[in-house]
């Protein structure tokens, strides 16, 4: 899998740094991607959170501070490879366990995102809310939420969030889709559409899959 440099990423990420990684040819950069934007003036969709989800609190400096169940498949989704730059910089944001119908879905929420959007609930109130999340939990994981482990929380987002389909800005839902993002890079699988969210802590693009409904995964509409 194609990465940016693990130093480099740490770099522009912790310290807000405004160099440009060195990019795979068919990796599409920020630049590309705003240019794309400004050229089809695509239509913003409003989302928000349909449902709490279950996070893990980043209470370390490194990857190695995130248990191994959750560690092993973080970013696997969308192939996003963390560093321990990242992790140190998003310290008391959470890793998102959210689960596809195909696997988990694990990934970090940067914390200025975290910080403003979220809000903390009760685990109970996820077992109760988001009984497809807990169906499809990975035992591990599943275990961990049983015994109420130390670290578990409930989190929601509370706002709307505006996306851009990458098919309206001139993507083909037919074709893989790589792109560069705040901790890295994403990558859309081919044979359907992603959604691109402008993250106003990194402002930077980064992508959300489609689940199996069509919409953004873990998203309903807003209106």
Known sequence: MRTISKSLAGAVVAFGLLASPVLSADVQNQE???ARVSEHSPAKEPYIKDRPILGWTLSGDSLQDIPGPIRDVLGSTDATKYD???VAANKGSIVALQMRKDGPDFYIIGKETFDGKYTVVALEEVAAKNSRLMERLIPEVKA???????????????????????SAIG?????????????GEQTKPEGQDAFLVWDTGENQYYMVNQDETGLPISYIPAN
């Open 144 to 166: 961990m939420y049983d015994a109420k482990t130390e670290g578990l929380v409930g989190a929601l987002k509370t706002v709307p969030v505006e996306m851009i389909r990458t």
């Open 32 to 34: 590309t991607l705003a």
């Open 84 to 86: 321990d730059a990242y």
């Open 171 to 183: 993507y083909s839902n037919d074709a893989p889709l790589t792109i560069q993002a705040p901790w």
